[in-house]
């Protein structure tokens, strides 16, 4: 009997678009990733890319399913025992408003743009606090810290011409993820894309 090929998932060295791929198993050696509350299973659509990138079941996920608006997140902070100061207001309002993935300084600059009054270290306080209770998402880049609404785990396409970075929900096909599960013995719980390209 013919031997499988090695799995590849991530190409290297990665032509355009690259695409690296990051995998949450509930059996893994590393800690869950900090962001992840559960998110619904897809419905199982191959044809169709976004739907979304949690695997439904997830270890992570103890909080439900993710926030639709700014409501239930201040619902999920005050489940998860956070206080929701006037500053902490702000950060999420501001977070939710420009969907994007924003530096402490970014915000700090906007709120204060807005006419809100927040010093730095309130807003990085307030970040710091928001992502380690798995309400937003936290990403490390060598510019540094960015920051974005969405706390389920989803995918990143980053534009290399000018490093904006959008969410995008992908789905991997079942029979994909059920060969990674038979080669590394994990059963994978979520995952995430990083996608980069330019645009065509
Ligand atoms: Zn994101």
Same mark, same amino acid.
Request: hydrophobic share 40%; aromatic share 4%; net charge neutral.
């Given at each position: 009997?013919?031997?499988?090929?090695?799995l590849r998932i991530a190409a290297s060295p990665?032509?355009?678009?690259?695409?690296?791929?990051?995998?949450?198993?509930?059996?893994?050696?590393?800690?869950?990733?900090?962001?992840?509350?559960?998110?619904?299973?897809? *419905? @199982?659509?191959? !044809?169709? +890319?976004?739907? &979304?990138? =949690?695997?439904?079941?997830?270890?992570?996920?103890q909080v439900g399913s993710r926030p639709d608006?700014?409501?239930?997140?201040?619902?999920?902070?005050?489940?998860?025992?956070?206080?929701?100061?006037?500053?902490?207001?702000?950060?999420?309002?501001?977070?939710?408003?420009?969907?994007?993935?924003?530096?402490?300084?970014?915000?700090?600059?906007?709120?204060?743009?807005?006419?809100?009054?927040?010093?730095?270290?309130?807003?990085?306080?307030?970040?710091?606090?928001?992502?380690? *209770? @798995?309400?937003? !998402?936290? +990403?490390?880049? &060598?510019? =540094?810290?960015?920051?974005?609404?969405?706390?389920?785990?989803?995918?990143?396409?980053?534009?290399?011409?000018?490093?904006?970075?959008?969410?995008?929900?992908v789905v991997l096909p079942p029979d994909l993820?059920?060969?990674?599960?038979?080669?590394?013995?994990?059963?994978?719980?979520?995952?995430?894309?990083?996608?980069?390209?330019?645009?065509?």
């Amino acid at each position: 009997m013919a031997l499988r090929p090695p799995l590849r998932i991530a190409a290297s060295p990665p032509p355009l678009p690259a695409v690296a791929a990051v995998f949450c198993s509930t059996s893994s050696v590393m800690p869950p990733a900090p962001l992840s509350t559960a998110v619904p299973a897809p *419905a @199982g659509s191959l !044809e169709s +890319l976004p739907v &979304a990138a =949690g695997m439904g079941e997830s270890g992570a996920g103890q909080v439900g399913s993710r926030p639709d608006n700014l409501d239930e997140v201040y619902s999920l902070c005050r489940e998860l025992g956070l206080r929701l100061s006037r500053q902490r207001r702000m950060v999420l309002d501001l977070l939710w408003a420009e969907k994007s993935h924003l530096s402490a300084r970014d915000i700090f600059e906007k709120l204060n743009n807005l006419g809100r009054n927040i010093g730095h270290t309130s807003v990085y306080q307030n970040l710091e606090a928001l992502q380690s *209770a @798995g309400v937003i !998402e936290c +990403l490390d880049r &060598a510019s =540094g810290r960015l920051y974005g609404y969405r706390a389920d785990p989803h995918s990143h396409l980053t534009c290399l011409d000018t490093g904006a970075i959008q969410d995008l929900d992908v789905v991997l096909p079942p029979d994909l993820l059920e060969r990674i599960e038979r080669e590394t013995g994990f059963r994978i719980s979520a995952y995430t894309l990083h996608l980069c390209g330019r645009r065509a």
